[in-house]
């Protein structure tokens, strides 16, 4: 029996995925609106998911709305902004209890999905655009989100490996945008682009609960009535970039106590490709585990760190490396890091090392789909990528990776950047 099962059903223009599961106790709509990483457009459309989510025609205000989420039993609603490789993704979250646990019979799910196509396709105009208080005030909100990557070091750190390693690609582009240009917005310009978004996006919607899956798609067909669309699969392209021949270094002066080293790898292995797989598992070896090379070579034995772990972006074929140190420990943290590519090189990876990183990624995985927002990041990932990929897929397919396919991956893993935010105290 499948752990989750999703169905996809073509709603033209918005793709309904669906997972029927009693797992939960409550139902969740996530509505996720793509397109390419922009300049011209990312910090409007940073703007636009926190401006939408506050009115809408019917219910004018961010009290009313709020009174409205209260009366579906407390209904939680949100706006994110993330990445996948070069696209720019807007999410709207909207969970609620699930009617069939409680003695009232009110439609809740029915009733969510139309105040979330609401907040989509209706939202509060004034003279035809959006209201300027909440323009404005939105805006000074943006900003603090945008000063609060600069206020957490190992966030702008993150932030300024990729702007440094990713300089001439969209993938610098932060997911909140960029400060200088969010002054320049009008709610003129926003409502434009606001139309121009519904014509072409690429739409997702996913719906996670004890749901009856033939009326979700009678009723997500009625809600989201998208005007005339030109949006495609080519309008999305996720790019790879070669590493260059030399290794950049950057370092930045901040007042701060720990330094932070960052390492950018290439590997031009994205999510969908025949070696993903060896790769996720190369990483969980590298560092993504308190028992990877570089928790246990760069933190423990050598304690140079006060942390020391990397990740992948799936979606654009990056390796990042994360460490805090002092300052003065630059040069022997650098040389213990690239010491562990070394090794993964030369495959000096123990079998015990080898198969705790299996168990731990499968748990991984089905610690994620444990919860309904982990089963749609799961299974979105996919569909960017255009490949349909189950939890036992991708179970199978960890388990039949080999060391030889690992050591196949880090041959190809490149040091393109090292970036060091280093403290006043070394400098």
């Given amino acids: 029996m499948a752990i989750l099962r999703l169905n996809r059903h073509d709603l033209s223009p918005v793709r309904l995925h669906t997972v029927k599961t009693d797992k939960y106790k409550t139902n969740l709509i996530v509505l996720k609106l793509r397109a390419p990483l922009d300049e011209r457009t990312v910090t ?77 396709l209706s939202p509060k105009l004034v003279d035809g655009h959006f209201d300027p208080e909440i ?11 945008m000063q609060s990557v600069r206020d957490d070091k190992m966030r702008y750190a ?48 996913f719906i996670v609960g004890d749901i009856d899956e033939h009326d979700v798609r009678g009723l997500a067909r009625d809600v989201f ?35 932070k080293l960052n390492l950018g790898y290439r590997t031009n292995i994205t999510f969908g490709d025949e070696d993903y797989f060896p790769l996720v598992v190369y990483n969980g070896i590298f560092g993504g585990f308190p028992h990877s090379k570089l928790f246990m070579n760069v933190r423990e034995k050598a304690s140079l760190a006060y942390y020391a772990s990397s990740r992948i972006e799936s979606h654009k074929g990056l390796l990042l490396v994360f460490s805090g140190i002092q300052s003065s420990n630059y040069d022997k ?74 050591v196949r991956v880090a041959n190809q893993v490149k040091l393109d950047t090292v970036y060091f935010l280093r403290g006043k105290e070394g400098s």
């Fill in 44 to 120: 409007m459309r940073a703007l636009l998911a926190y401006v939408l989510q506050r009115a809408t025609a019917s219910l004018p205000s961010a009290k009313q709305l709020r009174r409205k989420l209260n009366e579906l039993y407390g209904a939680q609603l949100s706006a994110q902004l993330a990445k996948k490789g070069d696209t720019h993704v807007i999410s709207f979250k909207m969970e609620v209890a699930n009617e069939k646990f409680l003695s009232d019979s009110t439609p809740l799910l029915e009733n969510a999905l139309r105040l979330l196509g609401e907040i989509i």
């Fill in 158 to 205: 993150t932030t300024r490996l990729i702007e440094e390693m990713c300089k001439n690609e969209p993938y610098r582009l932060h997911a909140y945008g960029e400060e200088e240009r969010l002054n320049e917005i009008t709610p003129e310009q926003l409502t434009t682009y606001y139309r121009q978004l519904l014509a072409d996006n690429l739409i997702d919607v």
């Fill in 135 to 145: 323009v404005e005030r939105e805006k000074r909100t943006l900003k603090q989100r």
């Fill in 333 to 406: 943290a650098v040389s213990i890091i690239k010491e562990q590519t070394e090794k993964m090189r030369r495959g000096e990876i123990g079998g015990e090392e080898f198969q705790q990183t299996k168990n731990m990624l499968n748990h991984q995985v089905l610690e994620t789909v444990d919860s309904a927002a982990g089963s749609v990041e799961f299974f979105f990932n996919g569909t960017v990528a255009g490949k349909s990929v189950s939890v036992e897929d991708w179970v199978d397919a960890i388990n039949a990776v080999t060391l030889e396919d690992v």
């Fill in 225 to 259: 009535r998208f005007p005339k669309h030109v949006g495609s699969e080519q309008t999305v392209h996720v790019l790879s970039h070669a590493a260059s021949e030399e290794t950049e270094e950057i370092t930045e002066t901040e007042d701060i106590e720990q330094g």
